[in-house]
């Protein structure tokens, strides 16, 4: 298993905090991780976006160039992450706000209408946990005991009322991904 | 020990203080401001000090004082800031006073900017500041050794009373990884440490311990300079560290260090993977740089590429390391770029002559060889 994951949005959606649970439940299935966030003079609604890599493997570049794994929240990301895609790899889409297909066909899309999903759930910030589901449901990247663990490690503190909900985003996102949102 | 994971500048400010450093004094730069956010809030904790400076040259005088009374002392920056340090780094190394001073690189010259750089191999390894001095000079490649070497660094520092450099970068600095972080060292351990030259108060038992690093009869300067010399002699034959990879049968040798290091070790994984026998020597300390390790190695190898996030640093100590035995290439990027795999990958084809047809443009970067044989 080598997953080398680009996700990128606008600041704000939830991108940081989403690869973060992603390696946090590597890290707790024993696998090597590493976490990269874009830095720099950069605000809220600017781009955000994060190289991670979860392996059975020692990790040698963090830098992921040619993800194997693409999630996009915004279509800006998708014209600009697009090409990277190493053929076959999967492609991740908020196809609540991205209506553009992708321009390649050696891919496998899959759209996912996370704000739609979240605004039903009753809290639109929960979308980046949909996609999270979506994301860990098609890879099997992190078993999802991990993922509700590392849940529980960030938010339970000050936040704690929010780890039910958050888990509820995932279980939904997951379920969503062969449901609703199929192959584009 | 537990695997926790944190960012390369929290694991590093962690492992300081496990490693008894209760004094530290820094100013804020990007993108190591973690190292004194995250101390701000645990110096208090533990009863240490953080202090933050008017300025970068006031922490570093701090540090010369801390030093000076025998404490395990700390100051973190980023490049720029680094320069304005080193008046105060030669005045430590000058008065042998141990201490830890962090640089996470960024790029420059100037202001530059807040992204990845390893542009200061020299200012590092070189002097930066006047006189003849050595630092001892960490590469930390991975959040886990950041936190390593921070931890290990304190002892050296103490052992040779002489300033320690970590040298990371942005992106060490800023990522995160699995850590297991180092145990906190018993108190009494660092106590027992010799330290009878610290500016401690004499209680009118002994003559006072000063530090004044001027010396106007020339005689006495030498005579530290030479004493000096000795002492980094001492160093270059005990201390150098270096990390090969797949370098037993290799016949294309790349050497890089920090962060580049592991874009280069996945590049040499695609290229055996196209039966290229490259490998890899990674200084681990770049001061003392391993000298012989890479003539050694020079010796079985078709040609050096170095590669770095600079116009070329580390490839000096390289050619002066092989002499003219085999031609050293050089391919970096510069001013907060990092190298990608792919193109570190195309160079070793390039220089393996193999028609890598995967890539038909070259990627952007410095290229050039060093010393034609």
Known sequence: MDQRVVISGFGGQGIMSMAQLIVYAGMMDGKNVSWVPSYGPEMRGGTAYCNLVVSDMKIGSPVVTKPNTL??????????FEKSLVPNGLLLMNSSIISQRPARNDIRPYGIKINDLAVELGNLRTANMIMLGAYVELTKAVSDDSVFA??????????????????????????????????? | MEKVLM?????????????????????PITPQSEIPEYLSKRMPQVGGVFLQAESEVAAINMVYGAAAAGARTMTSSSSLGISLKLEGISYIAAA????????????????????????????????????????IVYAPSSVQELADMTYQAFDIADMYRNPVMILGDGLLGQMMEQVELPEFKENKLIKTADKSWAAT??????????????????EKLEELNLA?????????????????????DADLLL???????????????EARKKGIKAGLMRPITLWPFPKALANQLSAQVKCILTVEMSQGQLIEDVCLAVGRRVPVHFYGRVGGMIPSVEAVYHEICRYAGMKDDALLELDAGIRYTYAEV
């Open chain 1, 71 to 80: 999630i996009v929240m915004n279509l800006p990301s998708l014209i600009k």
């Open chain 2, 255 to 269: 050497v890089a260090y920090g962060i580049t290091a592991r874009i280069v070790k996945t590049a040499i994984d």
């Open chain 2, 201 to 218: 108060g004499t209680k009118e038992s002994r003559p006072p311990n000063i530090f004044n690093t001027l010396y106007l009869d020339p």
């Open chain 2, 96 to 135: 042998e006073l141990p201490c830890v001073i962090v640089n996470i690189m960024r790029g420059g010259p100037g202001l530059g900017g807040i992204q990845p750089a390893q542009s200061d191999y020299f200012q590092a390894t070189k002097g930066g500041g006047h006189g003849d001095y050595r630092l």
């Open chain 1, 150 to 184: 590392s849940i529980k490690k960030v938010l339970g503190g000050a936040k704690k009322e929010l780890v039910s909900l958050n888990i509820d985003a995932f279980k939904l996102g997951a379920k969503s991904v062969h449901a609703m949102c199929a192959k584009i």
């Open chain 2, 228 to 248: 000096l010399f000795e002492k980094y002699k001492a160093i270059e034959s005990r201390e150098v560290r270096a990390e090969e990879y797949m370098t037993a």
């Open chain 2, 7 to 27: 960012k390369g500048n929290e694991a590093l400010a962690e492992s300081a203080i496990r490693a008894g450093c209760r004094y530290y004094f820094g100013y």
